[in-house]
């Protein structure tokens, strides 16, 4: 019992109102829903980077032991330090513009931007050390704070429906049901998995989602076994064609193969990751001022938005935050986040964030950091059995994704919909979210309304200077962003 006493003492999970179990299945439950990482990051990563003593595989099995790593590393300075129940791993999306943008378009070595993660890594910890970071962060107007939930909740659902096939992408209306879906293995099960989940929580039986998680991958396994494809190919093509008038988006093609024993054959030169440590010290050694500059400013201000949009989403699932709004000790969990990056970078990947699935394990009743020191342990854990760690589907996965979707919409009943100056600046953080696939935009969209429609409205005296600083760094990224600027310098 010793062990145990120690372990509630240092967690404080009677304080939070928690135990060893929930923690347990919390933690559980967050690395099923993002374990899809471990496989994902390496893929994207690495068709840019090229190591010329080994092959395209080992490159890809280097990058899944960085992958790892670093997540496990953030994740448990997360849960130790910070005592938050949030996970860590690098960014999808952000590793996609690492790879796709700033190496494949704008041809900056790989080396080279690998710097520039490190650099925003650094810049964000001294940030979080004198407060900055926080100061920003409470800025946020509070409509916009409690419009961040459930902006990440549509976010959410959107990456969940389409990973379980429910949508694909269409090119009249952008989006639409999946047009083949009565004959769809993984579209099937996924629904049935999700409203078995459902089920599941609304007899509240504990463990729920994560039972949910397991039963579709049992049913996934059991159909690919009867010869339906319920199991995508691990490397199937991006935008795979459904229908001659719709077409999956790749982020929901599942990247597991219908063996998973055969994922990953690991060998000595794939654990052998030094040609990737400290790899970063080559890209400062020749870089062009203005242009760094501009890549680190890009790099910063989507993880930065991202990050404080996550937290405070998380949190406000959560039950953390203030009567204003704001998370509690702030500090602690950014500077877990800034560590994970720095170190992220020097391993030799793109930027490591704090990840919207945190908010599976949190209502799974997850309010501590052995949340996190779970889910650390079992990316570690995921070092030598790569291929299980990856057996789930994404599709099984995700169901989690759109049951926590529809938990995090609650928070939609504390915006003042009746005050104009309050749902504006809301409803642009709640619809924007969503529709660019991205936290910060959303946030940024609400933050550039406040100021306007209160001014509009005769209330100058409710907007601080620095919400104005706000305004005008969003239409100063924006402008860098989708000028073209970037491009021309580079």
């Given at each position: ?6 372990i509630?003492s240092?967690?404080?999970l ?6 060893l179990?929930?923690e ?36 890809v ?12 590393v953030?994740?448990?300075?997360m849960g ?38 490190v ?14 970071r ?43 049901l ?20 459902f ?26 076994a ?6 995508p ?16 988006d ?7 193969s ?23 010290l080559?890209g400062?050694?020749d ?18 938005f991202d ?43 793109s930027?490591?964030?704090t990840?919207?699935?945190s ?48 938990l ?83």
């Open positions: 019992m010793a062990p145990i006493d120690g509630s240092l967690f404080g009677e304080e939070h109102d928690t135990d179990r929930t347990i299945v919390a933690g559980l439950t967050t690395f099923l829903t993002m374990s899809y990482i471990v496989v994902v990051n390496p893929q994207i990563m690495g068709q840019v980077i090229d190591v010329g003593t080994r092959s395209d595989a080992q490159i099995q280097m990058l899944t032991v960085v992958t790892i790593l670093s997540a496990a953030a994740t448990f300075v130790v330090y910070a005592n938050r129940p949030f996970a860590l791993a690098p960014g999808l999306g952000l590793n996609a513009f690492f790879a796709f943008t700033v190496v494949g378009t704008l041809g900056v070595p790989w080396r080279t931007a690998l710097a520039a993660i650099v925003e890594g650094v810049i964000f910890g001294v940030l979080t050390l004198i407060g900055a926080k100061y920003v962060i409470e800025l946020f107007p509070k409509p916009v704070k409690l419009a961040v939930g459930a902006g990440i909740g549509l976010y959410l659902a959107i990456i969940g429906l389409q990973a379980m096939r429910v949508t694909a992408g269409d090119a009249s209306t952008f989006v639409s999946n047009p083949v879906f009565a004959t769809d293995p993984v579209a099937i099960i996924s629904v049935v998995g999700l409203f078995v989940t089920a599941l929580h609304a007899r509240g039986i504990r463990g729920s989602i994560v039972l949910g998680v397991l039963g579709t991958t049992v049913m996934s396994y059991l159909a690919a009867l010869g339906y494809n319920a199991v190919a691990k490397n199937a093509p991006q935008g795979t064609t459904l229908s001659s008038d719709a077409v999956l790749p982020i929901s093609v599942s990247t597991l219908s063996d998973p024993l055969s994922a990953f054959s690991y060998t000595s030169g794939g654990y052998d990751i030094t040609p990737l440590i400290g790899a970063f080559e400062l050694a870089i062009d001022s203005l242009a760094f500059a501009l890549i680190v400013f890009t790099f910063f201000f989507v993880d930065f990050t404080a949009g996550t937290l405070t989403g998380v949190s406000q699932a959560a039950g953390f935050l203030d009567e204003d709004g704001n998370v509690p000790e702030i500090d602690k969990p950014l500077l877990a986040d800034a560590i994970g990056t720095t170190v992220g970078g020097i391993l030799g990947t930027t490591v964030t990840y919207i699935e908010a599976t394990g949190v209502e799974e009743g997850g309010r501590t950091g052995l949340t996190a020191v779970v889910v650390a342990g079992l990316f570690l854990a995921s070092l030598a059995i790569v291929p299980l760690a990856s057996a789930i589907p994404m599709h099984a996965s995700h169901i989690a994704l759109v049951v926590v979707a529809v995090m919409l609650r928070g939609i009943v504390d915006i003042q919909w009746d005050d104009f100056t309050h749902a504006v600046p809301a409803a642009l953080t709640l619809l924007v979210m969503p529709f660019t696939f991205s936290i910060a935009y959303g946030i940024a969209a609400g933050i550039i309304a406040y100021p306007v429609v209160k001014a509009a409205g005769g209330e100058w005296a409710d907007v601080r200077p620095g919400q104005m600083a706000l305004l005008m760094v969003f239409v100063l990224y924006f402008y860098v962003r989708t000028s073209g600027l970037l491009t021309h310098l580079i």
